[in-house]
Nanobody
Framework: QVQLVESGGGLVQAGGSLRLSCAAS????????MGWFRQAPGKEREFVAH????????YYADSVKGRFTISRDNAKNTVYLQMNSLKPEDTAVYYC?????????????????WGQGTQVTVSS
């Protein structure tokens, strides 16, 4: 069992930066691949970024590639999402998720545990 708690969301102007954190409970955090998803009002939850259990592999949605960076600190049971050059279309609730997967996971159904989400609002 893994419990996830996101933090770091807020209101930022276009072009600004935010860093989201996701703290995980449980001693098996380092065996899970981690992902970030987001959901804007009236839209489906969409994949943002993935990081493998050893942090040796990362993968990004095309819409955030070059602007967002996912990282993890297994000693702190925490995964991060550094978001730079934010755009109004990045406005959404951001969720972190954990997957027992050794492959890149971009689909919601591949993830086993979810956090409650943190709101990110980018003003123009």
């Amino acid at each position: 069992q893994v419990q996830l708690v996101e933090s770091g969301g807020g209101l930022v102007q276009a072009g600004g930066s935010l860093r989201l954190s996701c703290a995980a409970s449980g001693r098996s955090f380092s065996t899970y691949a981690m992902g970030w998803f987001r959901q804007a009002p009236g839209k489906e939850r969409e994949f943002v970024a993935h990081i493998g259990w050893s942090a040796g592999s990362t993968y990004y949605a095309d819409s955030v590639k070059g602007r967002f960076t996912i990282s993890r600190d297994n000693a702190k049971n925490t995964v991060y999402l550094q978001m730079n050059s934010l755009k109004p279309e990045d406005t959404a609730v951001y969720y972190c998720a954990a997957a027992k997967s050794y492959a890149i996971a971009t689909m919601k159904d591949e993830y086993d545990y979810w956090g409650q989400g943190t709101q990110v609002t980018v003003s123009s």
